[in-house]
């Protein structure tokens, strides 16, 4: 994993905090994901330890999870 | 307010959390700030809004919290 990835659900905290995410790493030093759109990668983000959205999973794999918007398991509903 | 600042407290949810973003944003682009070490400062972090640590004020001025290390009522102490 070379990049960071963000993962989110289109939740205003979601949207707002990939906002700054972006205006402090830069658009293409992070990989954004929407788990409400790629409903494929929501496994990942749980095997990646992500508990809620907003998320960002550092390249070393620790997870940050940034403020609140939803616990993964209303993202999963 | 030009760079972010990153509000911690020295738990070891900071000190993981400090090594992730300094590894993203790079150590000159933000500063960090020990809240136990300097106390002045408690006031300011809490100006900002910040209501845990680690956290992170952008540029902007949104607050970022990550992850969860101590509520501000345990860094005032």
């Known amino acids: ?3 960071p990835i ?3 659900a289109g939740c205003s905290v979601c949207v707002s905090a990939e906002h700054d995410i972006i205006n402090l790493i830069g658009k293409d030093n992070v990989e954004v994901v929407h788990l409400g759109e790629d409903r494929s990668r929501i ?9 809620s959205v907003p998320a960002l999973v550092t390249p070393s794999g620790n997870v940050l ?8 398991a209303d993202v999963k509903g």
Chains 1, 2 share one sequence.
């Open 1 to 3: 994993m070379s990049k």
């Open 65 to 72: 999870h940034i403020n609140f918007g939803a616990a993964m």
């Open 43 to 51: 496994m990942e983000a749980e095997q990646a330890g992500i508990q």
């Open 6 to 8: 963000f993962y989110h």
